[in-house]
T-cell receptor, first 120, second 112 residues
């Protein structure tokens, strides 16, 4: 059973298009994240949701809109794709809430396998 | 600004040797320091983590050394194996309060 699953794994599209990446976790975690990994492997947080509530929104263009229909799902929609959006996008989940404290947890982030987005 | 600086960017080690990766952080409020391992085509996975109440943590061949006064921590991989070849990321956060901030990664190649 995959703990954090993302679809699609690969996405190739033209500039200006709109695309979505879906993420689901079956770990029962309350907190989910989107990270962006650029061509140099740098991992940067984009968003964090806790129990469907947006708690972290880093400096990300508003063309990126996360949506969490329930605490097990966090989707990422990107409008008007640009060349610079090409990257690998990772979904992750954890039991630790960023913004509050929980006991009896390790703080471990569980990542999906990533969705490689290529904008032509 | 980069809150966690990681070096080296890449590392080549002979099989059986010791791999050492270093990280330095700026925010003195950070109190959780994990290392993540990422294989090609996969997401990062937690390898080992340390809290600042100890100066060293060992799990098998992997050891974290932590120097609070210098604001530095390092990963040592003893008896490095070709299967250890991966990208390693250090990270830091304020436990339960802020998301992980990652270093830029070190690509480790262990050659036979």
């Amino acid at each position: 059973d995959t703990a954090v699953s993302q679809t699609p794994k690969y996405l190739v599209t033209q500039m200006g298009n709109d695309k979505s990446i879906k993420c689901e976790q079956n770990l029962g975690h309350d907190t989910m994240y989107w990270y962006k990994q650029d061509s140099k492997k740098f991992l940067k947080i984009m968003f964090s949701y806790n129990n469907k509530e947006l708690i972290i929104n880093e400096t990300v263009p508003n063309r990126f809109s996360p949506k969490s229909p329930d605490k097990a799902h966090l989707n990422l929609h990107i409008n008007s794709l640009e060349l610079g959006d090409s990257a690998v996008y990772f979904c992750a989940s954890s039991q630790v809430r960023a913004g509050g404290r929980k006991s009896s947890n390790t703080g471990e982030l569980f990542f999906g396998e990533g969705s490689r987005l290529t904008v032509l | 600004q980069q809150q966690v600086k990681q070096s080296p960017q890449s590392l080549i080690v002979q099989k059986g040797g010791i791999s050492i990766i270093n990280c330095a952080y700026e925010n003195t409020a950070f109190d959780y320091f994990p290392w993540y391992q990422q294989f090609p085509g996969k997401g990062p996975a937690l390898l080992i983590a340390i809290r600042p109440d100890v100066s060293e943590k060992k799990e098998g061949r992997f050891t974290i050394s932590f120097n609070k006064s210098a604001k530095q921590f390092s990963l040592h991989i003893m008896d490095s194996q070709p299967g250890d070849s991966a990208t390693y990321f250090c990270a830091a956060s304020i436990w339960g309060n802020t998301p992980l901030v990652f270093g830029k990664g070190t690509r480790l190649s262990v050659i036979a």
